[in-house]
């Protein structure tokens, strides 16, 4: 059996301060706890579980807290999607620059091609 601890309405139950020392304590039922705490820790927990994502909107506490990106603060998941947009752009971009490096070649066949193709007909007289 394990070793039970009587709630005592004078201690905070979070940061374990006297009533005396941080004011009044307050039955705190809601965010899954069920604790006697200060105003001080309460207003901490409001704090936490009132953030929201200003992308998205949804609640930070559900999406693994927020981050700092270009003056906003925004949920890891949404951060997550920027991310792979810059890359997978990044991507993008080098598949152009690839592609007309390695197909230089076949382009100025095709131009030089197109070219004796119209000289040939302005020889002829068409």
Same mark, same amino acid.
């Given at each position: 059996?394990?070793?039970?601890?009587?709630?005592?309405?004078?201690?905070?139950?979070?940061?374990?301060?006297?009533?005396?020392?941080?004011?009044?304590?307050?039955?705190?039922?809601? /965010? =899954?706890?069920?604790?006697?705490? $200060?105003? #001080?820790? *309460? @207003?901490?927990?409001?704090?936490?579980?009132?953030?929201?994502?200003?992308?998205?909107?949804?609640?930070?506490?559900?999406?693994?807290?927020?981050?700092?990106?270009? /003056? =906003?603060?925004?949920?890891?998941? $949404?951060? #997550?999607? *920027? @991310?792979?947009?810059?890359?997978?752009?990044?991507?993008?971009?080098?598949?152009?620059?690839?592609?007309?490096?390695?197909?230089?070649?076949?382009?100025?066949?095709?131009?030089?091609?197109?070219?004796?193709?119209?000289?040939?007909?302005?020889?002829?007289?068409?």
């Amino acid at each position: 059996m394990g070793i039970e601890f009587k709630k005592e309405g004078n201690v905070c139950e979070r940061c374990h301060k006297l009533d005396t020392d941080v004011g009044k304590m307050t039955h705190y039922k809601n /965010h =899954e706890l069920d604790k006697l705490l $200060c105003q #001080d820790c *309460i @207003k901490e927990i409001e704090d936490y579980y009132s953030l929201k994502c200003s992308k998205c909107g949804k609640p930070a506490h559900l999406r693994g807290n927020l981050i700092e990106y270009e /003056h =906003e603060k925004i949920c890891t998941i $949404c951060m #997550d999607e *920027i @991310k792979m947009k810059k890359i997978i752009k990044e991507e993008q971009k080098e598949v152009r620059k690839n592609f007309i490096k390695s197909n230089w070649a076949k382009w100025i066949t095709f131009g030089l091609t197109i070219t004796g193709i119209i000289v040939a007909l302005l020889a002829i007289g068409i």
